[in-house]
């Protein structure tokens, strides 16, 4: 239970809850117990009519019949107070395991978002997913019955033995004796189950990422006619969840028949020792009777021990996957928590940087300095490495080797909401929200009118498209903005980048899937804007870059070429081909 530590915090913070909880437990079962008291004084007194009973005795008789319905009267009454109880603890402890569930599912999506694109590079959407949804299930299971039950467990069985001690000590030895094989046995079965339950998690994992794919690249799929094959796959990997549920189910099925043997082999033994000492006239029939009910009564605890096993057990498994990630340290480290408003200058002092999951090196020793309201053009080939420094720029990712600076100062000595906050960024794959346009628009924004999203919508030449929409601004885009052309979608991302008014304006190859009428027109638009602003455009297009301040050509991450656009072609060099070639189409 190493991994269930990490909950011990959050257990301290409903202590009091859980402390309630206790205390009603221990009155509900103590008043449980105590009831079956009356139960044997109306054996008894059944027993005593049943022998004693004549004519001559009516006056006796009224009197224990007296006694059997007041005995009646009270055990139902101690049995509806045992229920109250019983209510009170469901709700002090079931509810503090849904007040933990909150506290841990908001502990881990804000872990999520803390994390750098490293992280999600190495895991699958659907694995995440999965993690913060069944595995949280899982876990709150054991902070709530998990919890709950072996308290009512201890707390009876201890409430019961001084019962059962204070009737007769001989025989409340023999009862309780076969108890402890039992959870010999039953910590044997939890070994073999928190081994398989971290099987069917990973299982479930994997299913859940498969799925995620396949809704994601549904087009792809129906487009290549795979769904056959996408089918096949997937129904690969539930047989193979299904195995494994299965073998845990087959084990976890050994705990009901282990039940039935130990309590059948104590109701045995009261049976055959109260037995004989009826006979021998020392145990009265109502404290036999006594006997079974507080065996029976010990029934519900121990049978739930197995399943309270396999919900700790699947805890356990859940919560070390949890903690993988609760214990992944993010590459971007906050080393102050002061903010500040940048000025604009960005400078890369020989920036290298290598993809840890491909071990290639996008950036090999690049220096440039951006004054403020400058405008600098990255160019290169596919893979060159532009989008490696408009991501090093947000802070995205740390460099590997070499230094960036904000207005002269080191980017990790800066907070990292102020870099962020400073910067708009227009990433080469637009992402859009499953939300109307406008409030993709106006995304992480103060604003909220649909007139304010015009605006900026304008700016980027994506309002008439807009316009033309059935819904206009109201347009629900689907999934990853699904509905929308690539160009669209691009200029949607330029609008949202525009609306926090940012010191400096990343544009990643945002122009691509524009026709150059388009781009010249939100070029255009955007030059009022840009002025005053630091911005870095990474492009194919020379038509983007030939007005910056200054440009830089990557080739395998190195910075190959590096001036203006009148400099490169006089040098003659790969920009010189580039725009030749470009300027004949």
Known sequence: ?????????????????????????????????????????????????????????????????????????????????????????????????????????????????????????????????????????????????????????????????????????????????????????????????????????????????????????????????????????????????????????????????????????????ILYLGGLKYIEGTLDIGSIAQFFLYLNMLIWPFTSLGWITMVVQRAEASMTRINEFLNFKSDIINTTDEKIELKGDIEFRNVSFIYENTGIKALDDVSFFLKKGETLAVLGKTGSGKSTIALLIARLIEPTSGTILFDGHPIDTINVESVRAAIGYVPQEAFLFSDTLTHNILFGSDYSTKDEAIKFAKKAAVHDNIEGFKEGYDTVVGERGVTLSGGQKQRVSIARALVNNPTILIFDDSLSAVDTETEEQILNNLAVDLAGKTSVIITHRISSAKNADQIIVLDQGKVIENGTNEDLLIEKGYYYELFNKQLVD
Request: aromatic share 12%.
């Open 1 to 269: 239970m190493k991994s269930l530590q990490k909950l011990n915090k959050f257990l301290w913070k409903y202590k009091w809850r859980i402390f309630a909880g206790f205390i009603f437990t221990l009155c509900a079962n103590f008043v449980q117990v105590y009831s079956v008291t009356f139960i044997r004084e109306a054996i008894n007194t059944v027993e005593e009519l049943l022998r004693g009973y004549n004519d001559q005795n009516q006056d006796q008789y009224a009197l224990l019949k007296q006694g059997l319905m007041y005995a009646s009267l009270a055990f139902v009454g101690y049995k509806l107070l045992a229920g109250v109880l019983t209510i009170g603890t469901r709700q002090m402890i079931i509810v503090a395991s849904r007040l933990i569930e909150f506290d841990l599912k908001n502990k881990i999506y804000q872990q999520y978002q803390e994390l750098s694109l490293s992280f999600y590079k190495k895991y699958k959407t659907g694995d995440l997913m999965n993690r913060i949804t069944e595995d949280v299930a899982l876990v709150r299971m054991y902070l709530g019955p998990g919890i709950m039950y072996p308290m009512d467990l201890i707390s009876r069985v201890s409430i019961i033995a001084y019962f059962m001690i204070q009737i007769d000590s001989e025989l409340t030895l023999y009862t309780l004796a076969p108890l402890p094989v039992l959870s010999v046995l039953i910590y044997y079965v939890a070994k073999v189950i928190n081994q398989k339950s971290k099987k069917v998690q990973e299982q479930q994992s994997t299913i859940s990422s498969s799925v995620q794919d396949t809704f994601s690249g549904i087009r792809v799929i129906k487009s290549f006619n795979t769904e056959n094959y996408v089918k096949t796959n997937y129904e690969v990997e539930a047989e193979e969840y299904q195995k494994r549920a299965l073998s845990l189910s087959q084990v976890q099925a050994a705990f009901g028949p282990l039940m039935v043997i130990v309590v059948g082999v104590s109701n045995l033994v």
